[in-house]
Nanobody, 122 residues
Framework: QVQLVESGGGLVQVGGSLRLSCAASGRTFSRYAMGWFRQAPGKEREFVARINWTGGNTNYANSVKGRFTISRDNAKKTVYLQMNSLKPEDTAVYYC???????????????WGQGTQVTVSS
């Protein structure tokens, strides 16, 4: 069992940066791939970024590639999402997720956080 708590969301201006954190509890955090997803009002949840259990392999949605960076610290049981050059279309609730077989699809994750709001104002 893994419990996830996101933090770091907030209001930021266009072009600004935020770093989201997702703190995990449970002994087996290092065995899980971790993903970030987001959901804007009236839209489906979409993939943002993913990192494998070692941290050596990452994947990004085309819309965030080159602007967002996912990383993890297994000793701290935390995964991060550094978001730079933020745009209004990045506004959404951001969720982190854990799954042993986690890929770019939300159905491949077993555990989810409660989400943190990111709002990018123009």
């Amino acid at each position: 069992q893994v419990q996830l708590v996101e933090s770091g969301g907030g209001l930021v201006q266009v072009g600004g940066s935020l770093r989201l954190s997702c703190a995990a509890s449970g002994r087996t955090f290092s065995r899980y791939a971790m993903g970030w997803f987001r959901q804007a009002p009236g839209k489906e949840r979409e993939f943002v970024a993913r990192i494998n259990w070692t941290g050596g392999n990452t994947n990004y949605a085309n819309s965030v590639k080159g602007r967002f960076t996912i990383s993890r610290d297994n000793a701290k049981k935390t995964v991060y999402l550094q978001m730079n050059s933020l745009k209004p279309e990045d506004t959404a609730v951001y969720y982190c997720a854990a799954g042993q077989g986690g890929t770019t699809t939300w159905g491949s994750y077993d555990f989810w956080g409660q989400g943190t709001q990111v709002t990018v104002s123009s």
